[in-house]
Nanobody
Framework: QLVESGGGLVQPGGSLRLSCAASGSISSIYAWGWYRQAPGKQRELVAATGTDGYLDYADFVKGRFTISRDDAKNTVYLQMNSLNSEDTAVYYC???????????????WGQGTQVTVSS
């Protein structure tokens, strides 16, 4: 199970830090991703990270957002700075989970957390 937190209402130029924690029978997490979906738009990749240090960011967040992970806590973070109205969306995390339980392995999605940037 993946549970996101940290969303909310923030003024333009402000910052938020999203968290996504995985729980259950987890041996390790191969990779994490943050996605977002604005009303009327398709879900899009924001940032991703892998166990080998792989990092990827969408062009529209480079220099503003930072993805990081805490493997001891099975948690991924998304630090978002210099937010603007175009960043308003539901943010979802996903994780590629290594689990001894078949149903828990593979890619899973969180339920999403709303981020609203408005004055």
């Amino acid at each position: 199970q993946l549970v996101e937190s940290g969303g909310g209402l923030v003024q333009p130029g402000g910052s938020l830090r999203l968290s996504c924690a995985a729980s259950g029978s987890i041996s390790s997490i191969y990779a994490w991703g943050w996605y977002r979906q604005a009303p009327g738009k398709q879900r899009e990749l924001v940032a991703a990270t892998g166990t080998d240090g792989y990092l990827d960011y969408a062009d529209f967040v480079k220099g503003r957002f930072t993805i990081s992970r805490d493997d001891a806590k099975n948690t991924v973070y998304l630090q978002m700075n210099s937010l603007n109205s175009e960043d308003t969306a539901v943010y979802y995390c996903n994780a590629d989970i290594n689990s001894p339980i078949a149903a828990m392995g593979g890619w899973h999605w969180g339920q999403g957390t709303q981020v609203t940037v408005s004055s």
